[in-house]
T-cell receptor, first 112, second 110 residues
């Protein structure tokens, strides 16, 4: 059974810092891994999708890496801004199951 | 935008009543999902569908049923609502660009 863990559960940083969010999964037979952002009371917004054959994906100040063999992904946020404050979730799509399994998220607060 | 609409967006219902939530998509996606989100638990999969009339259980399916008679609609039914089913419910689709979510339905069972 696939299990997804995100560490830390919460993070508070001053504006301008570079930061790393972590996601680990127990079954390396994944089809892809996706990072989402969720603002309070809102739905999930897709940030980055990494296919199992890829090592990383970049979008603006965001960079996500994937190491399937070790069951880890990281989301790197450069030069953080107060507008980055949100909960960040990772989800893995395990091969042959049709399912996305989510971690419990990292709640990020960027202080002005 | 993957064209996903959830209805209703908010609902208050009484314990023991049946409730149906609707997820509608406009882009002919094969895979559809129902999740619930609760503090401390993240998103948990209730049921999913991989085609018309093809559905399967997720990790928290007890007390819920689903139906998919058309590609575009995936219905989630609480046969007899309980207070433990108070939650925010999200519908999602998946395709080559990943998973995309609806805006959610906030359900309160009193």
């Amino acid at each position: 059974k696939q299990e997804v863990t995100q560490i830390p559960a919460a993070l508070s940083v001053p504006e301008g810092e570079n930061l790393v969010l972590n996601c680990s999964f127990t079954d390396s037979a994944i089809y892809n891994l996706q990072w989402f952002r969720q603002d309070p009371g809102k739905g999930l917004t897709s940030l980055l999708l990494i296919q199992s054959s890829q090592r990383e994906q970049t979008s603006g100040r965001l960079n996500a890496s994937l190491d399937k063999s070790s069951g880890r992904s990281t989301l790197y946020i450069a030069a953080s801004q107060p507008g980055d404050s949100a909960t960040y979730l990772c989800a893995v799509f395990t091969s042959g199951t049709y399912k996305y399994i989510f971690g419990t998220g990292t709640r990020l607060k960027v202080l002005a | 935008d993957a064209g996903i609409t959830q209805s209703p967006r908010h609902k208050v219902t009484e314990t023991g009543t049946p409730v149906t939530l609707r997820c509608h998509q406009t882009e002919n996606h094969r895979y559809m999902y129902w999740y619930r989100q609760d503090p401390g638990h993240g998103l948990r999969l209730i049921h999913y569908s991989y085609g018309v009339k093809d559905t399967d259980k997720g990790e928290v399916s007890d007390g819920y049923s689903v139906s998919r008679s058309k590609t575009e609609d995936f219905l989630l039914t609480l046969e007899s609502a309980t207070s433990s089913q108070t939650s925010v419910y999200f519908c999602a689709i998946s395709e080559s660009r990943g998973a995309f979510f609806g805006q959610g339905t906030r359900l309160t069972v009193v």
